[in-house]
Structure formats: C-alpha cells, structure tokens
C-alpha cells in the first residue's frame, strides 16, 4: 500500500565541469508521503491489536494511545512483518469466522512504511477510529461468576490437575449464552475446563472434598465425580483464547441443583507454585431459540495412551481420527487443542478435494489457542465423517503420547453444536 520510491542508478554519467550546467532530472518520481498514525496506522491498530493490547488485556502492554504505539514501532513492524502478531492461527481459504484478526498485506506493508518513516503522527483532527474486529465474539454482560471458593496454590510439580465443585445457583432451568473464563495467574494456569455434574452426584461431590484436606479435590485427567463419559462441558479456556457471546439464540441448558466443576490444570514448570483463583463469567437468559453443546472430539483410545505415538527425534509425525456422524447437526465454533511439540491441526467434514474446512491451523502456537466462531454454521450429514488431523516435532530424548501433563500431547477438536 505504502511504498517508499527508490532511485537506480543504472550507470553512472561523467561528472561536468566547471563550465556545465548542473542537470536536474525532472522525470524522477515524486517520493510517495509516509503514513501517519491518524489516518492510516491508527484504524488497522484498533481494529487488529487494541483488543488484546489494552489495560487489562492480555497484551503485554497498551497500544491506545499515540505514544505508547510510537515508543514500540519497530517492536510493531516486526512483529506484524514476520506473521506473529495479530495471533489469528487459521488459514485462510480455509473457512470464514467473525471476528477474524488477521491482518491484510496491505496493513502490513502500511505498518512497516509509517515505521520506517519514524512513526509520523499526522494530523489529530481527522483520526481516522478503528473497529475492533471481535466485537462479535466479546462477552456482552455478565449475569454470574463462578470463583475458585478460595485461592489456591499448586501442591503438585510439575503438573497439578484441581477441581472445585460449585453448586449452581438458579432454581429454574436456565441457559448459558456466553462464557468468559479469567486465570487468576496465566503464569501457571495451563488450562480450564468447565464440567456439568447433575444433581444427583451430590453426594459423591460432598465426600471427596471430605476427604481431600486442601480446596477442592483432586482430578488428574478427569472431573472424577462425573464418568467421562458422561461429562458434559460448559466451557473451556487455553492460553490466548479469547470466548464470549455465544451466536445469536443458542444457549446451553442448565437445571437447578447441578453443579459446576471447575478443573484447573496448573503447571509449575516455568514460574513455580503461584497462587491462583481463577473464575469465570457467564451471561444467562431463561429461553433460547437453540439449545447447544460442546462437543469434545478425538479418538477415544488415544485417551488410554494407544495409537498415538511420537517417537523422539521425529518431526512431521502425523495421527488422524474420522467417525461417522449419527445424525444432521450444525457447527457454529470450534476449538483445536495441542501441546508443545505441535505443528498443525485440521478439521474438516468429508476427506480430499470436496472436504468442508472447518479448521485449519498450519503453524500451531500454545500461547495462542483461540475458539472461531464460524460465520455461518456449517451443517455435517447423517453418515458424513468429520476429520481430525494433528502433526507433531518431537526434538525431545523422549518418546510422547496422549497425556495430561504439559509435557505430553493431545490432538483435540471442541465443536460449539446444535440440531439443525
């Protein structure tokens, strides 16, 4: 978009003399003027970073204002320049999503210009404002929070599974129509999942937390009251996701006496035993138009550590799982989840060129595991497959499977569904 003008030199003239006339080159081109913050960089900041990058946020530090956003302009262009930044893992040509924080070629180039020109200011009465990509999938109001029922510090290095039962609070049936899951200290929150354990696990709730003589309970690779099988999910949060309103009309039930069980899987590795109480908001309305689930999704055998193996020392291992969908039912988001040592994931419906790409994450990146919000639902058929890919780079002297802790891996798909 911005461009700066250089001049070739494509042989060089004998100098003139003394005598000559100077001879000036009136064909060159005008230099083209730089960017500035106000009209240019402003609007694609605010639209692709601010939402990260704000007090509060989960951005290292605030790109609000002039200053702030010109002290760190190389830092910027840098970033932006090599694909780091905005952290938006999905391919493109892969599906469509609301909120979608990539960034075009032409802000990129618009960034690195106004950066290399010094970060001009420009003219402040006509800013140009930006639109904050994520609008759509921000937490409009919360109704509810769930906390922690007291903060908590990981007994167990490196990897410490803890669950809190807490009983849900409304006494008629209810819907959740958004989440918002805040670490209490993402230094060692490695990730959040939200159970639904129904009233009739009560008892079984109240007895393990008797005997368990610190907060909560232990639950190492489960919610432990509730079979697996069994348990269904509210919600989920992995570092760098960002949730939020569900799509307009769809909410997941909830009845009066069920409980909560907050599993936080804290790592120590890296920042050591911090304290932690970690809580999540929740709006609720008492109808919906649609009610919806989350669908974990994997290969169920690589739960029991079977057919999933990354030898040490391989890179591009490749393991893949397909089911037959039961019936027609629609996909409005979803969420890929890996460890350390992976490369890429996918999700699609169907295999091949006619495949539907619901999912495609070429360069998987921890620190940024986001939820897309697809945005158009997309519908699987009865007997249709959905397929799930993952790749890993195993550098380590040590063989990897499936496994809970921070240094095993994981291939999983979370799909936001309904009934079509």
Same mark, same amino acid.
């Given at each position: 978009?911005?461009?700066?003008?250089?001049?070739?030199?494509?042989?060089? !003239? #004998?100098?003139?003399?003394?005598?000559?006339?100077?001879?000036?080159?009136?064909?060159?081109?005008?230099?083209?003027?730089?960017?500035?913050?106000?009209? $240019?960089?402003?609007?694609?900041?605010?639209?692709?970073?601010?939402?990260?990058?704000?007090?509060?946020?989960?951005?290292?530090?605030?790109? =609000?204002?002039?200053?702030?956003?010109?002290?760190? +302009?190389?830092?910027? #262009?840098?970033?932006?320049?090599?694909?780091?930044?905005?952290?938006?893992?999905?391919?493109?040509?892969?599906?469509?999503?609301?909120?979608?924080?990539?960034?075009?070629?032409?802000?990129? *180039?618009?960034?690195?210009?106004?950066?290399?020109?010094?970060?001009?200011?420009? $003219?402040?009465?006509?800013?140009?404002?930006?639109?904050?990509?994520?609008?759509?999938?921000?937490?409009?109001?919360?109704?509810?929070?769930?906390?922690?029922?007291?903060?908590?510090?990981?007994?167990? *290095?490196?990897?410490?599974?803890?669950?809190?039962?807490?009983?849900?609070?409304?006494?008629?049936?209810?819907?959740? =129509?958004?989440?918002?899951? %805040?670490? /209490?200290?993402?230094?060692?929150?490695?990730?959040?999942?939200?159970?639904?354990?129904?009233?009739?696990?009560?008892?079984?709730?109240?007895?393990?937390?008797?005997? $368990?003589?610190?907060?909560?309970?232990?639950?190492? /690779?489960?919610?432990?009251?509730?079979?697996?099988? $069994?348990?269904?999910?509210?919600?989920?949060?992995? !570092?760098?996701? *960002?949730?939020?309103?569900?799509?307009?009309?769809?909410?997941? +039930?909830? %009845?009066?006496?069920?409980?909560?069980?907050?599993?936080?899987?804290?790592?120590?590795?890296?920042?050591?035993?911090?304290?932690?109480?970690?809580?999540?908001? @929740?709006?609720?309305?008492?109808?919906?138009?649609?009610?919806?689930?989350?669908?974990?999704?994997? %290969?169920?055998?690589?739960?029991?550590?079977?057919?999933?193996?990354?030898?040490?020392?391989?890179? /591009?291992?490749?393991?893949?799982?397909?089911?037959?969908?039961?019936?027609?039912?629609?996909?409005?988001?979803?969420?890929?989840?890996?460890?350390?040592?992976?490369?890429?994931?996918?999700?699609?419906?169907?295999?091949?060129?006619?495949?539907?790409? @619901?999912? %495609?994450?070429?360069?998987?990146?921890?620190?940024?595991?986001?939820?897309?919000?697809?945005?158009?639902?997309? @519908?699987?058929?009865?007997?249709?497959?959905?397929?799930?890919?993952?790749?890993?780079?195993?550098? =380590?002297?040590?063989?990897?499977?499936?496994?809970?802790?921070?240094?095993?891996?994981?291939?999983?798909?979370?799909?936001?569904?309904?009934?079509?």
């Amino acid at each position: 978009m911005w461009m700066i003008a250089l001049f070739l030199a494509c042989g060089a !003239p #004998a100098a003139p003399s003394d005598d000559d006339p100077v001879a000036v080159d009136d064909t060159s081109p005008a230099v083209v003027d730089a960017p500035t913050w106000h009209q $240019d960089v402003r609007p694609i900041i605010e639209t692709r970073c601010v939402s990260c990058h704000q007090t509060g946020g989960i951005g290292l530090f605030p790109l =609000t204002e002039y200053d702030a956003v010109h002290a760190v +302009r190389d830092a910027i #262009a840098d970033a932006v320049g090599s694909g780091r930044m905005p952290p938006w893992g999905a391919a493109p040509g892969c599906n469509t999503y609301a909120g979608d924080l990539s960034m075009p070629a032409d802000e990129i *180039e618009t960034i690195l210009a106004w950066a290399e020109a010094d970060g001009p200011e420009g $003219d402040p009465t006509a800013s140009v404002p930006g639109t904050p990509a994520n609008t759509q999938t921000a937490l409009s109001r919360v109704d509810l929070t769930l906390s922690l029922p007291e903060v908590y510090t990981p007994q167990v *290095e490196p990897d410490d599974y803890r669950c809190f039962a807490i009983p849900w609070p409304y006494t008629e049936r209810v819907y959740v =129509t958004g989440f918002r899951v %805040n670490p /209490g200290d993402p230094r060692v929150v490695h990730h959040v999942i939200a159970y639904v354990a129904g009233a009739q696990y009560a008892e079984t709730i109240a007895q393990v937390e008797a005997e $368990d003589e610190l907060p909560g309970f232990a639950c190492y /690779g489960g919610p432990v009251v509730v079979p697996q099988e $069994d348990a269904e999910w509210l919600g989920a949060w992995a !570092p760098g996701d *960002e949730t939020g309103d569900f799509p307009e009309g769809l909410g997941i +039930r909830m %009845n009066p006496g069920e409980y909560v069980i907050l599993q936080v899987h804290y790592n120590t590795e890296v920042a050591g035993a911090l304290p932690d109480q970690t809580t999540m908001d @929740l709006s609720i309305a008492e109808s919906v138009e649609r009610s919806a689930w989350l669908q974990p999704y994997t %290969n169920p055998v690589w739960l029991y550590g079977v057919g999933m193996d990354i030898p040490a020392g391989e890179s /591009g291992v490749t393991h893949s799982f397909s089911y037959p969908f039961p019936g027609d039912y629609l996909f409005w988001a979803v969420f890929g989840h890996m460890h350390t040592l992976g490369r890429s994931l996918k999700l699609t419906i169907g295999d091949g060129a006619d495949a539907n790409c @619901l999912l %495609n994450i070429p360069a998987w990146d921890f620190d940024w595991q986001r939820t897309y919000r697809l945005a158009e639902p997309q @519908l699987i058929r009865e007997d249709e497959e959905l397929h799930l890919d993952c790749v890993w780079d195993n550098p =380590t002297d040590q063989d990897v499977a499936w496994g809970d802790g921070t240094g095993d891996e994981m291939c999983l798909g979370v799909l936001l569904m309904t009934d079509p």
